[in-house]
Structures are given as C-alpha cells and as structure tokens.
C-alpha cells in the first residue's frame, strides 16, 4: 500500500480530534464525580461553606477547560484547513535564505501567534476565576513581565537547542539524532542542577529561612537521617497566588530545599518538616535519579524515531509544502508521535504514584505520619482541591495518588 500525503494528513487531524475527544470524555467522568461522597478520611478537610466553595472552583474550572479546548481545537484545525503551514513557511521565507533562519523564525511566529491567541484565556483564569476565589495575588505589572521573561527563557533555551539540533542535522546526516541526544541531556542535567540558580531568580526572590526553630528542627532532623540540607530557602510565591508549595532542586553540594512563604503561614513546624521529610524521601529513594534517567530514554527514542523519519518529503507534503525541510517534517512527526509520548506519559504516572507513596512512608518511618496527613489536608483545603477525582481521570492524569488513598496509606 502506497501511502499519500493526503492520508498523512487525514492521520494528523484524526490524531487531533482523537486527544481532543479522550480529554474531553475523561474531564466529563471527572465532573461526574464532583458531587460524590467524600470519603471518610477527608470528611473533616471542609466545613460547608468552604466544601461548597470547592465545588463551585471545580465546577468553573471544568466549564471554563471546555471552552478552552474547544477554542484550541478550533484555531488548530482552521490552521491546517487553510494552509496555515505554508503561508508561515512562506514568509519565513521571504524573509531569509538561510534553512536554519527560517527554521527558527517558522517556530517563532508559531510560538508567539499560539501564545498571543491563548493569552484571553490566560488573563481570564487568572485575573477572573482565580481571582474570584481567592488565589490571585498577581497584578498585570507583574503579568506582563512574566510573559516577557518566559518568552526571553524560550528563545534562549527553546531556540538554543532548536538551533543545535538543525545544525546536527544539515552537518552529521542521519546521525544528528545521536549528537542531538547528548546535548539535551547534557542541558537538562544543568537545568535540573541550577535550576533555583539561574531560572527562579528571574522571577522570584529567595532568601535563606532566618534562624529560629523552625531552621535548627529541619537541620536536625536532616542530619538524623543522614541528608546534608544546609540550604533551605524561603521564595516570595505570595506574590503571585495564595496557593502554597514546597520543592528541592539541585544534586550534591548544589541541593536546596525552597519553602514557598505561603506554605510557611498555612502549617506549623512539625507539619514543615514532615514536608521536607517526604521531599527527602524522593532523594533518599533515587526517585530524581530514575526520573531523569526515564526522561532521558523517551528523548532519545523520539529523537530516534524522529531520524529514521525526518528525511521522507511525505511528512511536508501532508500540510502542502512541497519543498522538504525540516520544521515541516518536526510539525508532522510531533503530532504522530503524540500516541507514543501519551503510552510514556502513563508509564511515567505508574511510577511516580508509586513514588509518591515510598517517599510518604519514608516520611512517616523517619519523622511522624500525622504531622504529614494534617499537612496534606491543609493544603487541600486551602486550595480547594477536588477530592472526589474519577478512577479513570486518575488513572490518565494523576502523577500522584488522590488524598485519600495517600491518607489511607500512611494510617
């Protein structure tokens, strides 16, 4: 069987339409469920105003994520429909003779026309239904210079590596996907390992945790279980939403644990702890280890397969680009490979669910499983998260475990 690019192109939309189907089927299970029985474990997270409050944020956000997707889905097949591909090709070309020039300015007016037509959507999650519920700390001065910033991080590393990889592959042939390969891992290991260092300070301020109790029983507790943490720094989130976090970043001497301020006025010391307990847990258990080591796997058999197909002048001719090049034949490769990133997407939640509950009895062996529940609980509560999920939306979506099933594990 001969395949035509008119078949490669009916491939690609029914891929689309195929994503957008499941989403919108396992967000309607999941709505299904908002009025669930919660579950014995969590009936004491909300009193009746704030259950009620939490109902109405699911609901809102799951009205608000249908017109959403369907606006993307709209704009995205009104793109392929109307030749969008080749006009943008066109005028990149217009524009400059060079390959990689008009690779990289193919993808630029791509990401920004996609990130300025979303940006409605974006202002209205924020400054409405955020706000309207409590979690919006974010002013459009401090908006509009996000936006700046993360589009200056896209260009530099989006483009950086973008740029890498065309010229892998106009200089090594077939082979660039090797090449390619060693340098994004090479990246991300940086990234991962500077990320506080280099990334966060662009958008937030970090300040090492004064002394006091709270420092001197993290350290104790760190030293106990044998986890050099000398570096434990506070972030201003609150500046930006109400909603509290905590994470570590780095390896070796360069590892961090940054504590959100947020996170810091909602729960008291043991509850911090128990936290961080759990948080060391993922390092103790080689968790960062295995979750690199995974990302590292898929990247190099996308690229792979990325290698063995680049080359065919189908991909480009399926969206009516006759000329072969190679941010046509990405374009197309991205959205057929989308079925095998979605099978390593749900491998990946198997094993970070699993995670999840050795790094919470990790917690509960080395510091004290209560503090860790009322924890949890806090900080459901007070960002109003559903606690009554579907099975199958779990299943697809979850890269943790739901409340109760990590309360019930750790009892």
Known sequence: MVISPQIIFY????????NFIKDYFLDYLNSKFFDKKIPENLRDIYDKEKYQKSQDYKK????????????????????????????????????????????????????????????????YSIFIIEEKFGFNKTTFRIYFFDKIKSWFITILFGGGILSFIIFQFETVGKDFWIVAWVFITTISVLINGFYAQIIVPLFNKQTKLEEGNLKNDIEKYSKKVGFDLSNIF????????????????????????????????KLNDNQIIAVIAHEIGHYKKNHIIFNLIFSTIQTGLMLYILSLLIYMPIFSEALGIQSHSFHIGLITFSIL???????????????????EYQADHYAKETFNSKHLIEALKVLSKDSLSNLTPHPKYVWWHYSHPTLAQRIKHLQ
């Open 337 to 355: 490979y989308n079925p095998i990133s979605e099978i390593f997407s749900l491998i990946f939640n198997v094993f970070s669910r699993k995670f």
């Open 234 to 265: 506070v972030i201003d989130g609150s500046k930006r939403s109400t909603k509290a976090n905590a994470y570590f970043s780095g390896f070796g001497k360069q590892k961090r644990v940054t504590l959100y301020d947020t996170l810091l006025n």
């Open 60 to 123: 809102t956000l799951y009205k608000f994520g249908k017109i959403s997707k369907a606006y993307s889905l709209t704009i995205l097949l009104l793109f392929f429909v109307l030749d969008g591909f080749l006009l943008v090709d066109n005028f990149a070309r217009s524009l400059f003779e060079s390959e990689l020039l008009i690779s990289l300015s193919f993808f630029g007016i791509i990401f920004f026309g996609s990130d300025i037509l979303n940006l409605p959507f974006s202002l």
């Open 11 to 18: 491939l690609l939309i029914s891929i689309i339409l195929f």
